[in-house]
């Protein structure tokens, strides 16, 4: 075919209100930052009220607009308290980032029914709450994005991972029920599967991949900027981002 084509227009995130959950540090970090200085306004969210503020105060120096709304993502209520805040402030609602989450690793054996709770609870429980809560306002205006970032670990399976495999793979699942559900509602649902990534995550976590060979949390952050930013008429359902040398 010879004809010329016309360039399809990217999606702005300027002017766009954005929630990012475990917004604090790691991966919600830059990404709150990646997206405030296209121009987004964005609502950060995590428990740690002092270290979510010092994010905030970090991304106002720098002209951004950003609010902190101190929230447990595993809690009914407070997820409600995240999406009331952020309408009462901006009245919009247009991208939810769902990305708190957390690992505690041991063998199943071993593994205290707590620790079991805490891992399903914040990377998958969550993940249900903030989508539930935002999705009213994503009907209501016809529009609406959702962006969970999972891990390779939820197609991949670790050693001593069984509690965090679950949840991820289990919100795999719930993301791609979820994508088919709201797509005639022009609501796009993503999943980004990132390989290892350098941030705090690993702090407690004596058996970590090399440092050297992991990601950037700036590399998750532009994934979900180009995501932000495809045009319309297209949906990417799931994405995988590894390292050059393929490390997960
Ligand atoms: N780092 C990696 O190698 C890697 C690779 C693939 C995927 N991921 C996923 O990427 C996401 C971010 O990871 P990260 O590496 O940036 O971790 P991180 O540095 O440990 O940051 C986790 C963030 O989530 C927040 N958080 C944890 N539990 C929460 C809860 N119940 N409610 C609200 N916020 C909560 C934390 O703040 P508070 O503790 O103050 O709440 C913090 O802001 C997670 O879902 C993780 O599973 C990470």
Redesign the pocket.
């Known amino acids: 075919m010879s004809e010329k084509r016309e360039k399809l227009p990217l999606n702005k995130v300027d002017g766009k209100v954005v929630i990012i ?9 830059a990404i709150a930052t990646t997206l405030g200085e296209a121009g987004a306004t964005v609502v950060l ?4 009220q002092n ?2 503020d010092k994010v905030v105060n970090e991304l106002t120096d720098k002209g951004v607009k950003a609010l902190s709304v101190p ?4 809690d009914t209520k407070s997820v409600e308290s995240l999406i009331q805040k952020t309408l009462d402030s901006y009245h919009k609602l247009d991208i939810l980032v769902n ?5 505690v690793f041991g063998n199943v054996v071993d593994f205290p029914v707590s620790d079991w709770d805490s891992v399903i ?3 998958l429980k ?1 993940l249900y709450l903030c989508t539930k809560s935002a999705l009213p306002t994503f009907v209501s205006q016809g529009d609406g994005q959702i962006i969970n ?5 939820a197609k991949v399976t670790f050693q001593a991972s069984a509690a ?1 495999c679950a949840a ?1 793979a289990g919100a795999l699942a719930f993301t791609k029920v979820l994508s088919a559900e709201v797509r005639q509602q022009n609501i796009r649902v993503t999943a980004i ?11 407690d976590i004596p058996q970590h991949p090399d440092f050297d060979k ?2 950037q ?1 700036e590399h ?1 952050a532009e994934t979900v900027l180009s995501i932000c930013q495809q045009p319309r008429g297209m949906v990417t359902e799931e994405i995988t981002v590894t390292p050059p040398l393929g490390i997960l």
């Open positions: 959950t475990g917004a604090s540090k790691g991966i919600g970090k969210a995590a428990r740690t270290t979510l929230t447990d993502v595993t990305n708190a989450g957390s690992g609870n914040s990377n969550g970032v999972l891990s390779i670990a965090y991820k599967l990132p390989g290892s990534v350098e941030t705090p995550f690993w702090e992991m990601l949390p998750i």
